[in-house]
Nanobody, 115 residues
Framework: QVQLVESGGGLVQPGGSLRLSCKASGSIFTINVMGWYRQAPGKAREMVAVITGGGTTNYADSGKGRFTISRDSAENTVHLQMNRLKAEDTAVYYC?????????WGKGTLVTVSS
């Protein structure tokens, strides 16, 4: 079993920045993919950014040029740096890892972008 704990959400003004973190613990042998998804009220959950075990990254168009996903392998942590935030970035952000070919989700952290 793998446990994921997110941190770093909160209230930020438009144009501001936030850094989300997700730390994994448990039986981690092979990290396949680490990523961030989000779900806004009344909308479906969507991919924000992912990074493979080999370091390849992929971003949704909405975050390209503004968001950066990175990982700290020694700490089993993945980060999402979000800059130039917009009101439409408001959502619950979920950490998602595929570890040992099994998918795990965090409980989510709320990001609110508002003046």
């Amino acid at each position: 079993q793998v446990q994921l704990v997110e941190s770093g959400g909160g209230l930020v003004q438009p144009g501001g920045s936030l850094r989300l973190s997700c730390k994994a613990s448990g039986s981690i042998f092979t990290i396949n993919v680490m990523g961030w998804y989000r779900q806004a009220p009344g909308k479906a959950r969507e991919m924000v950014a992912v990074i493979t075990g080999g370091g390849t990254t992929n971003y949704a168009d909405s975050g390209k040029g503004r968001f950066t996903i990175s990982r700290d392998s020694a700490e089993n942590t993945v980060h999402l740096q979000m800059n130039r935030l917009k009101a439409e970035d408001t959502a619950v952000y979920y950490c998602n890892w595929v570890v040992n070919y099994v998918q795990y989700w965090g409980k989510g952290t709320l990001v609110t972008v508002s003046s």
